[in-house]
Nanobody
């Protein structure tokens, strides 16, 4: 089970930190990813992190603004979002996959999502 938290309403230029707590799986054996879906749009990749946290990947749209990290002792993955823009408004989902990458199909488990709204 994956449970996201930390979403909310923020002004453009602000920051939010999303968390995703995992249970029922051996967390350190899973790559973790963050995806987002805006109204009327396809779900899109945001960021991913490997099993140890030593390697990360980000979508071009969030490079330099968002940072993914994980704490295997706490079974938690984070997404620090800075310099938020109105176009970042979406439901954000975390996902777990043994070989996860930027493709949603590579993830086996998904959270329920948390809403992030950025006002201009």
């Amino acid at each position: 089970q994956l449970v996201e938290s930390g979403g909310g309403l923020v002004q453009a230029g602000g920051s939010l930190r999303l968390s995703c707590a995992a249970s029922g799986l051996t967390f350190s054996r899973y790559k973790m990813g963050w995806f987002r879906q805006a109204p009327g749009k396809e779900r899109e990749f945001v960021a991913s992190i490997d099993w140890s946290g030593g390697s990360t990947a980000n979508a071009d749209s969030v490079k330099g603004r968002f940072t993914i990290s994980r704490d295997n002792a706490k079974n938690t993955v984070y997404l620090q979002m800075n310099s938020l823009k109105p176009e970042d408004t979406a439901v954000y989902y975390c996902a777990a996959g043994k070989y996860g990458n930027s493709a949603a199909i590579t993830y086996d488990y998904w959270g329920q999502g948390t809403q992030v709204t950025v006002s201009s």
